[in-house]
């Protein structure tokens, strides 16, 4: 079952228009904030170097990264 992981900050002026178009996604996933701790050493584990960052796991595998709406539909074929 593919799910997501979505790294962003409270800072950060693209990440809206991404955690926005998530929530209309029918997966399950959840939405990491990097600027705290526990975040932050969740986003080094992945290799997270930028926000937004949506990445898509397969039966616990990473299967693909995105930045942006257009990435993620084309990711999802939608």
């Known amino acids: 079952m593919l799910s997501y992981?979505?790294?962003?900050?409270?800072?950060?002026v693209y990440c809206p228009k991404v955690k926005e178009f998530m929530k209309t996604v029918t997966l399950i996933g959840e939405s990491i904030d990097a600027s705290t701790p526990e975040g932050f050493e969740?986003?080094?584990?992945?290799?997270?170097?930028?926000?937004?960052?949506?990445?898509?796991?397969e039966d616990d595998k990473l299967v693909g990264t995105t930045?942006?709406?257009?990435?993620?539909k084309k990711f999802l074929s939608i």
């Open 42 to 57: 969740l986003a080094k584990k992945f290799e997270v170097s930028s926000v937004p960052t949506v990445l898509f796991f």
């Open 67 to 72: 930045h942006k709406v257009d990435e993620i």
């Open 5 to 12: 992981k979505l790294f962003t900050t409270p800072t950060c």
